[in-house]
Nanobody
Framework: QVQLIESGGGLVQAGDSLRLSCAASGRTFSRHVMAWFRQGPGKEREFVAGITWNGADTYYADFVKGRFTISRDNAKNMVSLQMNSLNAEDTAVYYC????????????????????WGQGTQVTVSS
């Protein structure tokens, strides 16, 4: 069981940067693939970025490649999302999620594989 709490959202200008954090509780955090999803106004929730349990591999949605960076610190039970060059299309509620499985070798960018979710943090980018 993993409990997740996101923080770091806010209102920024286009071109600005923002860093989201996700604090996890539970003894198995370090065994799970972690990911960030987002849900914009009137849109479905979509995958943004993921990182394997040991941090060795990452995977990004095409629309954030080169702008966002996901990282994790298993010693601190934290996962972060550094977001640079933000634009209005990045406006959304951002969710931290943990894969249902432990020690998965791949990152599947689909909602169904993630069984633990945070409450979300709002990111608003004004143009």
């Amino acid at each position: 069981q993993v409990q997740l709490i996101e923080s770091g959202g806010g209102l920024v200008q286009a071109g600005d940067s923002l860093r989201l954090s996700c604090a996890a509780s539970g003894r198995t955090f370090s065994r799970h693939v972690m990911a960030w999803f987002r849900q914009g106004p009137g849109k479905e929730r979509e995958f943004v970025a993921g990182i394997t349990w040991n941090g060795a591999d990452t995977y990004y949605a095409d629309f954030v490649k080169g702008r966002f960076t996901i990282s994790r610190d298993n010693a601190k039970n934290m996962v972060s999302l550094q977001m640079n060059s933000l634009n209005a299309e990045d406006t959304a509620v951002y969710y931290c999620a943990a894969d249902r499985a432990e020690f998965a070798r791949t990152i599947a960018p689909m909602l169904t594989g993630f069984g633990f979710w945070g409450q979300g943090t709002q990111v608003t980018v004004s143009s």
